[in-house]
């Protein structure tokens, strides 16, 4: 099956880098790409004229929410109620446990993985809170996970997330991180089990990948066991690190050193390691000038760092700055991170945080961003098959209308899609060869059903949260109303 579809303007790929088609053509055969430019000669089997949109490749999302929401009751508090958000050494020793069953995680998984695609999403490697775990991810887990991206159409790289430990508050209320290493080897055990158990299923969409926690939860030794099982594998692999000043103290109280050296010491960096955030490098204000080259370490091993833009400035932190480590030659692709997964505001806060940062509103630019979000992202899975619409790559590609008043007048169509449209305009969403998205919605799915499940596994995710805090706060103590709430009196007509 041969598909040519037109548009106002078409992302294509010449030379190394995306170049934009005016009134251009794309040509996918089955799952791959045939053509994209303009007047292709040959005879097709369907046409669509998509009209004022931008036709582009599918966005790479490398920190993938595929959760449930909490930034929106967990991302404002103060300092003193922040630390509720935590979990008390108690709950650690004596209550830990799964707040959802399976099938809850599993309808919970399933109503993130859409709101992937909605968004234009095509490729994803998932991140989830740990707050609700009785101790990290399983294998059975994301067996389950591979059977919903598979049903959904969706291109995932797969692992269960795994920890030596957690962090935890004290009854005095100073941070500790207390252990279980037998957990963190059964937790790499079980991703090596995931990854010969799915990947390569469902067409290939389904990768493994090795997804250790955060830096501070996981052992020197459980790093070096990850990376000689991806080495032998031949998979990516992802760590979180750098990300805050409590993770920075713990590292330096342990072993003197910063996030990045320590890994490469390790010989953990490499071009098949990815990296959220990296926020706190030599340079940073709060880091200073003393240590090893933290951007020199990275682009040299030719390590990927993650850039989540929406997610850090919820929390009150910048990349410092983009430009520079875009400069230092490390390879940036992005992560969405939180809710909405919506990757072209993302780009767009990624943008102007880069010129805030930077006092230069030439930083940021929406060209670097937008190839972040795709070949950056392509780069760091070593595919040269995704993130472009060249002949030979998998037909991946989104649709988003640029057609209505809202959006605004049409001018340079990336800087257009950055500046005055969301993941709310993306109407086409093509995996494979497959249409996953059609008209803004994924077909056959009931959208009202899977919203109201998805409601109520929120509000079971947030009644947890007093369980856990080590002063016993209750939740509205916890999450108090941006404003007084006036409740109805009386019976509701």
Same mark, same amino acid.
């Given at each position: ?237 992802? !760590?979180?690190? *750098?990300?805050? +000043?409590?993770?920075? =103290?713990? $590292? ?5 050193? @910063?996030?990045? %050296? ?106 670097? !961003?937008?190839? *972040?979000?795709? +070949?950056?992202?392509? =780069?760091? $899975? ?5 993130? @472009?619409?060249? %002949? ?102």
């Amino acid at each position: 099956m041969r598909t040519r579809l037109r548009a106002r303007f078409v992302v294509g790929y010449d030379a190394g880098d995306h170049v934009v088609y005016p009134d251009g053509e794309v040509v996918y055969e089955d799952d791959r790409i045939v053509f994209a430019g303009h007047d292709y000669p040959g005879p097709v089997d369907a046409e669509e004229d998509a009209g004022d949109a931008l036709v582009g490749p599918g966005f790479v999302d490398l920190d993938a929410l595929a959760d449930i929401d909490h930034g929106i009751f967990d991302t404002f508090q103060p300092p003193a109620l922040a630390s509720g958000l935590s979990w008390s050494e108690d709950y650690f020793r004596t209550r830990r446990r799964e707040v959802f069953s399976a099938a809850e995680t599993r309808d919970l998984r399933h109503y993130s993985l859409v709101q992937l695609l909605l968004n234009g999403i095509t490729t994803a490697m998932p991140i989830a809170a740990e707050t609700y775990r009785e101790w990290a991810e399983t294998e059975a887990e994301f067996a389950a996970v591979a059977e919903v991206a598979g049903e959904l159409g969706l291109r995932m790289y797969l692992g269960p997330s795994y920890r030596s430990g957690i962090s935890v508050l004290r009854a005095d209320g100073s941070p500790t991180v207390l252990w279980d290493e037998a957990r963190g080897e059964e937790g790499l055990r079980q991703a090596e089990a995931l990854f010969r158990r799915v990947d390569g299923t469902y067409g290939g969409r389904i990768r493994g990948c090795l997804l250790p926690c955060r830096i501070e939860t996981v052992t020197l030794d459980l790093l070096r066991a990850t990376r000689r099982l991806a080495d032998e594998l031949d998979c990516p692999v992802r !760590l979180h690190a *750098a990300q805050g +000043l409590q993770e920075l =103290r713990f $590292l330096q109280e342990w072993y003197g050193q @910063r996030p990045v %050296p320590l890994l490469a010491g390790l010989g953990f960096l490499g071009p098949r390691t990815a990296i959220p955030h990296v926020l706190y490098v030599r340079g940073q204000r709060e880091v200073g000038e003393t240590g090893p080259d933290d951007l020199a370490l990275l682009a040299e091993s030719g390590t990927t760092v993650i850039h989540c833009p929406l997610t850090s400035v919820r929390h009150g932190h910048a990349l410092e700055t983009f430009d520079r480590y875009r400069r230092a030659g490390v390879n940036l692709a992005m992560g969405t991170d939180t809710f909405p997964p919506d990757m072209i505001r993302v780009l767009d806060y990624g943008s102007n945080l880069a010129r805030v940062m930077a006092n230069d509103r030439s930083a940021g630019a929406a060209a670097d !961003l937008y190839r *972040a979000a795709t +070949l950056g992202g392509a =780069r760091a $899975l070593g595919r040269d098959d995704l993130g @472009r619409l060249a %002949p030979g790559a998998r037909a991946d590609l989104i649709v988003v209308d640029l057609s209505r008043l809202r959006s605004g007048p049409l001018d340079d169509p990336i800087r257009t899609l950055l500046y005055n449209a969301s993941g709310n305009d993306v109407r086409t969403v093509v995996v494979d060869g497959r249409t996953v998205v059609r008209d803004g919605a994924v077909p056959g799915l009931d959208a009202g059903a899977l919203r109201a499940r998805g409601q109520a596994l929120f509000e079971r995710l947030k009644r947890s949260y007093p369980e856990r805090d080590y002063l016993g706060r209750d939740e509205e103590t916890l999450f108090p109303p941006a404003f007084r709430t006036v409740h109805r009196e009386g019976p509701a007509r």
